[in-house]
């Protein structure tokens, strides 16, 4: 069974910087493709970034592309997404995931595995 821990979450402002990371546990951790996702209050969740095993390819939502970068340590086990200049709309509880397909799509169907989620609030 593998497990997924976000970390990192919290308040910041518009215009900061802010870096989640998902612990996995296990040895797997090298062969997973891992992703993020997030849900705002009232809406459905939706993909942010995915990187498959090798880290060599990464996909990311329009919504984010160019602020948010997603990477992977496999010494660590851990997946990271660096998030900069956040806005209010990046308001939501993120998600990492994770599945052994070797998807990096954005089909929340695609992922095995959940974490638990980290609240990110921006405020204006």
């Known amino acids: 069974q593998v497990q997924l821990v976000e970390s990192g979450g919290g308040l910041v402002q518009t215009g900061d910087s802010l870096t989640l990371a998902c612990a996995t546990s296990?040895?797997?951790?090298?062969?997973?493709?891992m992703g993020w996702f997030r849900q705002a209050p009232g809406k459905e969740r939706e993909f942010v970034s995915a990187?498959?095993?090798?880290?060599?390819?990464?996909n990311y939502a329009d919504s984010v592309k160019g602020r948010f970068i997603i990477s992977r340590d496999s010494v660590r086990s851990t997946m990271y997404l660096k998030m900069n200049s956040l806005q209010p709309e990046d308001t939501a509880v993120y998600y990492c995931a994770a599945n052994v397909k070797g998807v990096t799509g954005p089909r929340t169907s695609n992922y095995d595995y959940w974490g638990q989620g980290t609240q990110v609030t921006v405020s204006s």
């Open positions: 296990g040895s797997i951790f090298s062969w997973l493709t």
């Open positions: 990187i498959n095993w090798r880290g060599g390819t990464t």
